[in-house]
């Protein structure tokens, strides 16, 4: 039976369902889920190798499924060219060849290899914080320890990353969070695409002060699809506390539930979601 959908209040409550429904994600996806990975408290891998990984995989991955970015990171590695210094010193069309499946291969080949070279010559992979390596405890995201703050290390900062060519808001901010631990919001065509249809009539405005920096959102409603990037982040930041794991999961969980069931042709019978089941969303009229 169908029944009279009623949107969440707000991004908190879309959380807890989410993570009711589909359970931890334990991303960044790495190396098939290498268990050698060490995660520190933040969720971010103490290990160089994977960090670079993690920033590699957020250029790779843009207008393109992960199947694909999978494809091209296991050529990077089958060649043994997958560290920064390796991908600075090879030639980009020898790059572009190794990536030819991740899509716009000869522009990729060219962004890894500005992103390589500062990378190097700014040190990101180095880390001087005695928190950053600290092993994550037990619990789910909702029990991260309190009190640390961002690992004092030499990852680079958002400006920085948007100065590279080719890198944009969304991939810096995936950087950021994953390879880096900084507690930033990612919004990707997924993000927009549950929020525009948990909220056909627009975004609700934040109804608490804004705990980050982005600013308040405005009074009227937001078109989840034509809304700039720092807008939507705003509204996110706007009403959570800014947390790295949460944020980390929050991201993986709007991911998860966008390939399983709200497709570009959406499965809204089968959401947990839909209004055939918890009636979160409307659902799409075909």
């Known amino acids: 039976m169908q029944k009279t959908a009623s949107a969440p ?7 807890t369902l989410l993570y009711r429904i589909h359970g931890p994600q334990d991303w960044w996806p790495i190396a098939g889920r290498s268990p050698d990975i060490q995660r520190n408290h933040l969720a971010v891998p103490t290990q160089p190798e994977y960090r670079w990984e993690i920033m590699v995989g957020a250029v790779l991955t843009q207008n393109t499924s992960w199947s694909n970015v999978e494809r091209a990171l296991a050529q990077l590695r089958t060649a043994g060219v997958f560290s920064p210094e390796h991908i600075a010193s090879l030639p980009v069309d020898e790059l572009a060849m190794l990536i030819r499946s991740s899509g716009y291969y000869n522009q990729k080949a060219r962004k890894l290899k500005l992103l390589a070279a500062a990378c190097i010559e700014e040190s990101w992979l180095d880390t001087t914080g005695p928190d950053y390596t600290r092993p994550v405890t037990t619990g789910t995201v909702m029990q991260s320890p309190a009190g640390y703050g961002i ?6 900062g958002r400006e920085r990353l948007l100065e590279i060519w080719g890198i944009g808001p969304e991939t810096a901010d995936c950087i950021l969070l994953y390879a880096c631990g900084k507690p930033v919001f990612v919004i990707d065509a997924y993000t927009r695409r549950i929020l525009a249809r948990l909220y056909p009539d627009g975004l609700p405005p934040a109804e608490s002060p804004d705990t980050g920096s982005t600013g308040h959102p405005p009074a009227s409603p937001i078109d989840p699809h034509r809304a700039r990037y720092r807008l939507l982040q705003a509204w996110f930041s706007a009403r959570l506390e800014a947390d790295t794991r949460l944020f980390n999961e929050y991201h993986a969980l709007l991911v998860r539930h966008a390939v399983e069931f709200c497709r570009t042709k959406p ?20």
Not at 151 to 156: G, L, M, Y
Request: proline letters at 18%.
């Open 267 to 286: 499965l809204c019978g089968e959401c947990p979601l839909g209004p055939q089941h918890q009636a979160i969303c409307p659902g799409v009229s075909a």
């Open 151 to 156: 690992p004092q290390d030499s990852s680079p």
């Open 9 to 15: 209040a707000g991004p908190s409550q879309l959380f």
